[in-house]
């Protein structure tokens, strides 16, 4: 008997799933099947996906920008004006790419905040945070080095002022500014290192570390599962991904798509006047993500704010995944019912410390007999440092906090002070860098 | 006895090829360090600040004009060269950088209170380019004034004094 050809279709029962699955070059490298447990979208709010659909989106929108951009002083400015009025719907490609990127930093910064607090970095997990974090770096400086391309004044300073940052670092300030920029000042050279990093560096590093990353995430048996629940022993319910998982995360990113649309749509990318070196704009202000580290100069002598906080920050970070703690368990909301009330008790500490540090700081500037180094240097921060060793101790002694939920604390403190800072430099500084209502 | 030399010989040779395995997957291995050393190197050097011809500050002399072209107490923005010439009181000269010292922004001239403000962090300073007010770390850079046959000459190109 001869068998019938079988026509394309979609898999129909799980064996067909499968087979699907692991032959098809774009889905061979998920899982086939994952825990019914983990389809709970607040398990992890969809936040990695998610960013993964705007690098896709941004990669794909740059692609098109290259094709008319001019990384040239001369021509820069002027190709996006011609893109933006000649083009058709080069307007709308510009503003998806600017909104793409805007929103994908807030969304790498919840989606650390979501595994930091689902206890993802735990064995085995401990590496895919520092690949993680590499990313988020990348995205910074993917963010930053695409800011100053349209070369308008907007531009042009916030990079001015934010390449001469790095010049307050000791010993190297100088070399390192200088190559950062290609010379002593932004100049043409700047624009094509900036160019080049931010279409072909960068770019080519996310694709690395993001295949890293997933790896890593299938080599670790998949997301972070939450405990389960109490009494519930029987086996945990595996479903097909298809179409469990891939229908979500289809809706997900198809709203996700229709929500930068619309912005693209409504608001426009900026773009100022022609950048003109012998005008600084009044304020000059570095981009919003870097806002926060703006602030801490402002507070802070700049060997503290440029150097040594980001230093231990990133420190913190970095062995994070390695601190000794008094369990590994991962997959559990804030550790605990009592680590959920030490972070919430931490958030309030940082919000009242942070806005008494600046507050202190517009109070305190008169009296400058002190060295700022001093004043602005050691004082703050040796302050600050002690409150937290104290608090630390404070929650072991008083509430008997393992070391789980002081580090949680600790977290909790640092992520919310930076986004006091962050959302002060950004509404709350204008004319001359002074506080003011926006 | 011949066995035991043998089995001698047996264990002395795989422990031989072992470390002359090792040694050589060493030499390897510092071989790929150093290329991956050079590497790095060049792409460095393609980082190299380099002179353009667009980029002045890489150090141009400047020709401001004649000596009697700037009236004593006044001071001429240059925005090739990027400077603020000011002429003293006492008919001398002074170049100063347009650059705050802070963080790079322009300062701009006030001739009615003679003061340079910054628009970027509010930084002041005095006509001489002295810190009146923070957050500028220290004074405005000087450039080296020439004055040939009374043509007031400014090399952008010197080291800031």
């Not at chain 1, 993964?52 to 098109?64: A, D, E, Q, W, Y």
């Not at chain 1, 919430?344 to 500037?365: D, M, Q, Y």
């Not at chain 2, 401001?64 to 003293?88: D, H, I, K, M, W």
């Not at chain 2, 004055?147 to 007031?152: A, D, K, S």
Request: hydrophobic residues 50%.
């Amino acid at each position: 008997m001869k068998r019938e050809p079988e026509l394309p279709h979609l898999p129909r029962d799980n064996q067909e799933r499968e087979r699907f699955i692991a032959g098809n070059l774009i889905f061979h490298f998920r899982p086939r099947t994952i825990p019914k447990r983990v389809l709970r979208f607040t398990h992890t709010w969809g936040l990695g996906g998610m960013s993964l659909v705007l690098v896709l989106v941004l990669f794909l929108s740059g692609i098109m920008l290259k094709f008319v951009y001019e990384p040239f002083p001369g021509g820069a400015y002027d190709s996006i004006v011609a893109l933006q009025d000649e083009i058709l719907f080069g307007r709308l490609i510009r503003n998806i790419h600017h909104w793409s990127a805007n929103i994908l930093v807030l969304m790498v910064f919840l989606h650390m905040l979501r595994v930091f607090f689902s206890k993802g970095f735990q064995p085995p997990r401990q590496f895919n945070w520092l690949i993680g974090l590499l990313l988020f770096t990348g995205c910074l400086a993917a963010n930053f080095t695409g800011y100053l391309l349209p070369w308008d004044q907007l531009a042009y300073w916030a990079i001015t002022i934010c390449t001469a940052m790095l010049e307050y670092v000791p010993l190297i300030g100088n070399w390192l500014s200088e190559t950062v920029r290609g010379g002593a000042e932004i100049g043409s050279t700047s624009l094509l290192v900036f160019y080049t990093l931010h279409t072909a560096i960068f770019p080519g590093c996310f694709i690395v570390l993001l295949s890293f990353h997933f790896w890593r995430i299938r080599k670790a048996g998949g997301i972070v599962l939450p405990p389960p629940d109490e009494g519930k022993t029987e086996t945990e319910l595996e479903v097909s991904i298809i179409p469990n998982l891939l229908l979500r995360e289809l809706v997900v990113a198809l709203i996700l798509v229709a929500f930068i649309m619309l912005l693209a749509v409504i608001f426009d990318a900026p773009l100022g006047d022609r950048a003109n070196p012998g005008l600084s704009p009044n304020p000059a202000k570095a981009p919003w993500y870097f806002a926060g580290i703006q602030e801490l100069l402002l507070l802070l002598h700049p060997l503290f704010a440029i150097l040594l906080v980001p230093l231990f920050v990133a420190g913190f970070l970095v062995f994070l995944p390695y601190f000794k703690y008094d369990s590994e368990e991962s997959g559990k909301r804030f550790h605990s019912r009592r680590g959920r009330k030490m972070a919430v008790v931490s958030l309030l500490i940082a919000v009242v410390a942070t806005i008494g540090g600046i507050l202190a700081n517009e109070a305190l500037t008169q009296a400058t007999t002190v060295p700022g180094i001093i004043s602005n240097g050691f004082i703050p921060v040796i302050l600050v440092l002690v409150g937290i060793v104290v608090y630390g101790k404070l929650l072991k002694k008083r509430f008997g906090a393992s070391n789980n939920e002081i580090v949680q604390a600790y977290f909790v403190l640092l992520v919310v002070s930076y986004v006091i800072l962050t959302l002060t430099g950004v509404w709350l500084r204008g004319e001359g860098m002074a506080l003011a209502w926006p | 006895m011949e066995s035991t030399d043998k089995n001698q010989k047996a264990a002395a040779a795989p422990a031989d090829k072992m470390s002359r395995a090792s040694f050589l997957t060493k030499i390897w291995t510092g071989l790929g360090l150093v290329a991956i050393a050079e590497f790095c190197w060049v792409f460095l050097t393609f980082l190299k600040p380099r002179e353009t011809r667009t980029n002045l500050s890489s150090g141009e002399v400047v020709v401001a004009g004649p000596v009697e072209e700037f009236a004593l107490n006044s001071v001429t923005a240059f925005s090739r060269g990027r400077f603020y010439l000011s002429r003293l009181e006492n008919g001398g000269f002074q170049a100063l950088s347009r650059k705050c010292t802070h963080l790079g922004c322009t300062v701009v001239w006030n001739a009615e209170t003679r003061r340079f403000d910054c628009p970027c962090h509010s930084s002041a300073f005095d006509s001489r380019g002295n810190v009146i007010s923070p957050p500028a770390p220290r004074g405005l850079d000087c450039f080296l004034v020439t004055i040939e046959n009374q043509i007031v000459k400014v090399d952008t190109g010197s080291s800031p004094a």
